[in-house]
T-cell receptor, first 115, second 115 residues
Framework: AQSVTQLDSHVSVSEGTPVLLRCNYS??????LFWYVQHPNKGLQLLLK??????LVKGINGFEAEFKKSETSFHLTKPSAHMSDAAEYFC?????????????FGSGTRLSIRP | KAGVTQTPRYLIKTRGQQVTLSCSPI?????VSWYQQTPGQGLQFLFE???????NKGNFPGRFSGRQFSNSRSEMNVSTLELGDSALYLC??????????????FGSGTQLSVL
């Protein structure tokens, strides 16, 4: 069985400060892990993905995430927040190379950026 | 290359009516999957289609149905609408056959409001 927990429903940071969005997962087999971003009235855009290669994954727009098996975590970080980063972020887990039907979405973290 | 196109963007219906949503995948993609997004339940898998065949179905009542055409375009239909069907319906296409979670491209969604 799989599950994913996003530990914060809302995170607010000042522009130019670091961003940390937390995600813990549970999986009985090797997982694929993803972070997606959803801007208002838009679909989901893939930020980055982990599929059993390097544990530190770099994505678009300066985001990165580190897969920590011992902590079952896949936290998303960015060194310096920009106003355009304000959006909803989803952590996603699924079995490695499995069907799209096996995807489990987290409940989402809304990121707000203060000027 | 055009992205995944979903039409219409917004729909307002009343209880008991039926609705049809359309999804045109990225050119060359043959797999389409559908998801429902609500504030309470988050993102949930509805269906997955490849080569005009439904490959997987999520845990939704029979009022939710779909199909895929020979040009890979897909439609989903909801009959006898209920207030709880109000949601953002997202479609995703994939270049792999069948869709795998590593390569999903999402549309902007159709926002359905049931009054």
């Amino acid at each position: 069985a799989q599950s994913v927990t996003q530990l914060d429903s809302h995170v607010s940071v000042s522009e130019g400060t670091p961003v940390l969005l937390r995600c813990n997962y549970s999986s009985s087999y090797s997982p694929s892990l993803f972070w997606y971003v959803q801007h208002p009235n838009k679909g989901l855009q893939l930020l980055l993905k982990y599929t059993s290669a390097a544990t530190l994954v770099k994505g678009i727009n300066g985001f990165e995430a580190e897969f920590k098996k011992s902590e079952t975590s896949f936290h998303l970080t960015k060194p310096s927040a920009h106003m355009s980063d304000a959006a909803e972020y989803f952590c996603v887990v699924s079995p490695l190379y499995s069907s799209a039907s096996k995807i489990i979405f987290g409940s989402g973290t809304r990121l707000s950026i203060r000027p | 290359k055009a992205g995944v196109t979903q039409t219409p963007r917004y729909l307002i219906k009343t209880r008991g009516q039926q609705v049809t949503l359309s999804c045109s995948p990225i050119s060359g993609h043959r797999s389409v999957s559908w998801y429902q997004q609500t504030p309470g339940q988050g993102l949930q898998f509805l269906f997955e289609y490849f080569s005009e065949t439904q490959r997987n179905k999520g845990n939704f009542p029979g009022r939710f149905s779909g199909r895929q055409f020979s040009n890979s375009r897909s439609e989903m239909n909801v009959s006898t609408l209920e207030l709880g069907d109000s949601a953002l319906y997202l479609c995703a296409s994939s270049p792999t056959t069948p869709a795998t979670n590593e390569k999903l491209f999402f549309g902007s969604g159709t926002q359905l409001s049931v009054l």
